[in-house]
């Protein structure tokens, strides 16, 4: 059974950092491209950033690209998201799912930005 | 960025009774390879979203018949046919032939 597991969540200030992991199980992991999807508070869902198979590759939104950064272990089968420089904008459950088909997803992770 | 606009429904929607929710892009999603680059999720109250169609007209695996997708380049269809309890929630589209990804805005689905 494939399972997407989220973890590194939070409540942190502006201008702070935060680190995401999610813990991939039940496939081959290190086939696949994986992406993180956001969703703020009663809103829609915002694609955030998406790693190549290899790491060799990623691309953002251009709203995080230079504060997020998208990693993958592979020998681990574990996501990662570094997020720096975090704004209130970014307060949201963030889910990690398998590219590109996005046919699998995490539960989320709650990430709250505030003084 | 490739605009995806989505429709409303007029809930609620009686049960047994048949849905359409409609998607628009801003540009075609139909790739050279004959593939139209369109997904269909399906977020239920306090859960992730779940796949339901891809590739624009694909069930995935798992999801009832009842879900059809069709559409052309840039105007799409979700249908439901015979509406149930389950099917409550959000609808999505979402286009993965470029970066940015995109979604639309959503549409509530409400049974009566």
């Known amino acids: 059974e494939v399972q997407l597991v989220e973890s590194g969540g939070g409540l942190v200030q502006p201008g702070r950092s935060l680190k995401l992991s999610c813990a991939a199980s039940g496939f081959t992991f290190s086939n696949y491209g994986m992406a993180w999807v956001r969703q703020a508070p009663t809103k829609g869902l915002e694609w955030v950033a998406t790693?190549?198979?290899?790491?060799?590759?990623?691309y953002y939104r251009d709203s995080v690209k230079g504060r997020f950064t998208i990693s993958r272990d592979n020998a681990k089968s574990t996501l990662y998201l570094q997020m720096d420089s975090l704004r209130s904008e970014d307060t949201a459950t963030y889910y990690c799912a398998r590219h590109r088909l996005f046919d699998y997803w995490g539960q989320g992770v709650m990430v709250t930005v505030s003084s | 960025d490739i605009v995806m606009t989505q429709g409303a429904l007029p809930n609620p929607v009686p049960s047994g009774e048949s849905a359409s929710i409609t998607c628009q892009s801003s540009?075609?999603?139909?790739?050279?390879?004959?593939?139209?680059?369109l997904n269909w999720y399906l977020q239920r109250p306090g859960q992730s979203p779940q796949l339901l169609i891809y590739w624009m007209s694909t069930r995935a695996s798992g999801v009832s018949d009842r879900f059809s997708g069709s559409g052309s380049g840039t105007d799409f269809t979700l249908k439901i046919s015979s509406v149930e309890a389950e099917d409550v929630g959000v609808y999505y589209c979402q286009q993965f032939l470029e970066y940015p990804l995109t979604f639309g805005s959503g549409t509530k689905l409400e049974i009566k």
């Open positions: 540009k075609s999603l139909l790739h050279s390879n004959g593939k139209t680059y």
């Open positions: 790693i190549s198979y290899d790491g060799s590759s990623t």
